[in-house]
């Protein structure tokens, strides 16, 4: 009964999980209402009473801030717009550079470039998979604007060191907080920090509208301006009286009624769904804790992980097996397991410094004054993890009970009773 499944042994999992859903009857009847009401958005590109949207999304903005304790929540149709708007809001000027983690999705970098700024990556923490905040300082040079922090996974970055750093040299701060709504940091939420966080309602996420995402500040200029990129910034700023046309370019990043209704109803799931995450990552840590050169997540101290992904290291060395063979061995088994994280710098774009047109633009435009690098080796730690170090179990893919938990450590602790059989198929 021990043989492994990839060599023709009995597979640990033989049943389809349930795919994780948030949506229920709630949502259903919320989206009905609105539906019935025929005001499926209600946002002017104009200074009109109506710039700041309809009723749902009012509501849906007033209940986040009030969820989050802040000042502000702004909606936008995604977690990629409301990275975009916030860069702009700051006032990223052409050729300034931003820092961004190579671990993040890519528009956390391409946000940078829709303003002309230089995205530029510093490395990893080993154990939290967040910008590091000694690479943070020695990337920063006379042109360095802001950083970029992605509390990847659900588990916030170390803020604390970074917003000193970030006091010291006088950059504004933006926290992506796509995959850590919820998520604590020594007693306050995760994208209340920051100058301004940023929160995805993507269909795979924690709790989501669809598609949709919500920027949240305690600064009052900060709402505007994103108020005002979000809706036709150009259209507005003469008749509402800004005098401030930095980056008053608008877009449409409006959320609709049918979304911001299903937002309300989702936002008062979230606590517990969150804690059916955390319930289930500690019940799958407690399962394979002490197998050999594997290293379960690390929380830090006065924080709290809502595992988006549960990652892993893994230290093939120790073992004498690689990355790849368990992971393999492991999906066999009917474990639906990641084998590595994109590097962000080393794609294409980054290595052609090539985003807009044929001529390398924004690096190659006069406005750029440094000189930037994305050649393999800048983020080291990054980059090994991604080659051979890392492995990860999506917690928002599949609803896990008790007893699919306890099969998936089954699954594993199968696969380290046969590690000598690993080893000889090298």
Known sequence: M????????????????????????????AVQEVMKSGVLSKFLGCWDADFYGGEKVQAFEKAWAQYFDVRHAVTVNSNTSGIMAAIGAIGIEPGDEVIVSPWTMSA??????????????ADIDR????????????RITPLTKAIVVTDIFGQAADLDEIMKIAHRHGLRVIEDCAQAPGARYKGKYVGTIADIGVFSLNYHKHIHTGEGGVCVTNDDALAERMQLIRNHAESVVGDKGVTDLSNMIGFNFRMTEIEAAIGIEQLKKLKDLVNERIHAANRLSAGISGLTGLTPPVVKPDCTHVYYVYPLLYDAKQNGVSRNQIVDALAAEGVSISNSYINLHLLPMYQRKQAYGTKGFPWSAPFYKGSVSYEKGIC??????????????????????????????QAFQKIWVNLDVLREQK
Do not use: H
Request: aromatic share 14%; net charge negative; proline share 5%.
């Open 2 to 29: 021990n043989e492994l499944a990839l060599f023709g042994g009995p597979k640990t999992i033989t049943e389809s999980f349930a795919r994780y859903n948030s949506i229920g009857g709630e949502e259903a009847a």
């Open 127 to 138: 154990e939290t998979f967040n910008l590091y905040p000694a690479s943070i300082e020695k």
């Open 380 to 409: 080291p730690v990054a980059e090994a993890l991604n080659d051979g170090g890392y492995m990860g179990i999506g917690m928002c893919e599949y609803y896990y009970t008790d007893r699919q938990i306890d099969l998936i450590v």
């Open 108 to 121: 956390t970098a391409t946000a940078i470039l829709v303003w002309n700024g230089i995205p530029v990556f």
